[in-house]
Every structure is written in structure tokens, then in C-alpha cells.
């Protein structure tokens, strides 16, 4: 039996995403899934208020992101740019974002 190429695809893009938060200044790629799956108490607001407000805020996937600044305590908020614009986000959010990093 032959393998599927696109599942095979699939499935080595899946393994390869991160998570937004542990991406670094300079990082750049592309949002390959946002799902709020952290739990409620994190975020000030239930899972699925939070996906919403990604997804509003531009959070997509295929939409490309770079991450620019992050703050001096404890890395906390992280600034990206998503597609043409610029987001200030608090890293416990970012969680919920993974993206499939460019090769450096």
C-alpha cells in the first residue's frame, strides 16, 4: 500500500509547529492552527472567548507572523507582526497559536 503524500505532509507540518510563546525575536512563519485549549483560570476569560478574540484579532491560519519584541519581565508581553500588522500579546495567549517556524 502506498502512503498518502498529503497526510504525510500533514502530519510532519503538525509535528514541527511550536507554540507562538516559545518562539523568539526574529522568528518568523506562518499560524498553522490556533486553538485555545489552556485552562479558563489563565486567561481571565472561558477557552472559547479567548479563540474568538484570536481569531478576531487575525489570528489565522496560513497568516504569516514574526515575532518582534518581547518585554524585559520574565519575556512578557511579546509584540508580532501578523501579516501588515502590529499586536501586543500576553505570552499565556500565545500559547494557543502554533506556528510552523521558517528554517533559519
Known sequence: MIADPTNAEAAQTADAAVRLSVARP????VIVDVRAESHAGDH???V???QRRLLEFGFV???RIEVL???AIWRDPI???LDDMR???RRRD?????VLLDAK
Not at 500565545?94 to 502554533?98: I, K, L, N, S
Open 87 to 89: 499586536i501586543g500579546l
Open 79 to 81: 509584540a508580532v507582526r
Open 94 to 98: 500565545a500559547e494557543d497559536v502554533w
Open 26 to 29: 526574529g522568528d518568523k512563519g
Open 44 to 46: 481571565g476569560v472561558d
Open 69 to 71: 519584541h518581547e518585554g
Open 61 to 63: 491560519e496560513g497568516a
Open 48 to 50: 472559547s472567548e479567548l
